[in-house]
T-cell receptor, first 113, second 112 residues
Framework: ETGVTQTPRHLVMGMTNKKSLKCEQH?????MYWYKQSAKKPLELMFV???????ENNSVPSRFSPECPNSSHLFLHLHTLQPEDSALYLC????????????FGSGTRLTVV | EDQVTQSPEALRLQEGESSSLNCSYT??????LFWYRQDPGKGPEFLFT???AGEEKEKERLKATLTKKESFLHITAPKPEDSATYLC?????????????FGAGTTVTVRA
């Protein structure tokens, strides 16, 4: 198990549902990230939080809503999703400039039906 | 526009058959280039960071090198357990945040 824990591991939801993804890091890092990974595509950066403050929102649709209550926890609230939102959602954390690399969680496999 | 391109998309190797993966990048200024390994159903695992042209890093059968335009990940005498998707990412100089921009990855399959 890595120092970044994501729950749930798998999620199936209907287009009218509301659900949340959770990420927790136990590494004392000060930056946290949400990435979307679709098949055959590069990881897409969604949100960046640095010291709990959102520093980037990479043109993500409003049906995705992040929340970072403290530097150890990150949530991604989902509502009214589309089938094309089905993907692996990865959380990562880093310290300072990330020069030692991000630490990723195992991801949540999301299927929208 | 900053861009990261990995090739080939997939690579099938016989055990012991050495090969190289390529990551070419076009960025306004490079702060660092990162290599990750990703196993099916798992998140990417950090391998190396390279900061300047000419730099090399090694870990077991893997060796990463960097030039001003590209990076190579050399796999020497691979074993089946080296099968994974290898991701390359760049961090931009003078960026106010710490975000990484990733390539699409190279999926390596090593047959016994």
């Amino acid at each position: 198990e890595t120092g970044v824990t994501q729950t749930p591991r798998h999620l199936v939801m209907g287009m009218t549902n509301k659900k949340s993804l959770k990420c927790e890091q136990h590494l004392g890092h000060n930056a946290m990230y949400w990435y979307k990974q679709s098949a055959k595509k590069p990881l897409e950066l969604m949100f960046v939080y640095n010291f709990k403050e959102q520093t980037e929102n990479n043109s993500v649709p409003s049906r995705f809503s992040p929340e970072c209550p403290n530097s150890s926890h990150l949530f991604l609230h989902l509502h009214t999703l589309q089938p094309e939102d089905s993907a692996l959602y990865l959380c990562a954390s880093s310290q300072d400039s990330g020069g030692y690399g991000y630490t990723f969680g195992s991801g949540t496999r999301l299927t929208v039906v | 526009e900053d861009q990261v391109t990995q090739s080939p998309e997939a690579l099938r190797l016989q055990e012991g058959e050495s090969s190289s993966l390529n990551c070419s990048y076009t960025v306004s200024g490079l702060r660092g280039l990162f290599w990750y390994r990703q196993d099916p159903g798992k998140g990417p695992e950090f391998l190396f960071t390279l900061y300047s042209a000419g730099e090399e890093k090694e870990k077991e059968r893997l060796k990463a090198t960097l030039t001003k335009k590209e990076s190579f990940l050399h796999i020497t005498a691979p074993k089946p357990e080296d099968s994974a998707t290898y991701l390359c990412a760049v961090q931009i100089l003078n960026s106010n945040d710490y975000k990484l921009s990733f390539g699409a990855g190279t999926t390596v399959t090593v047959r016994a």
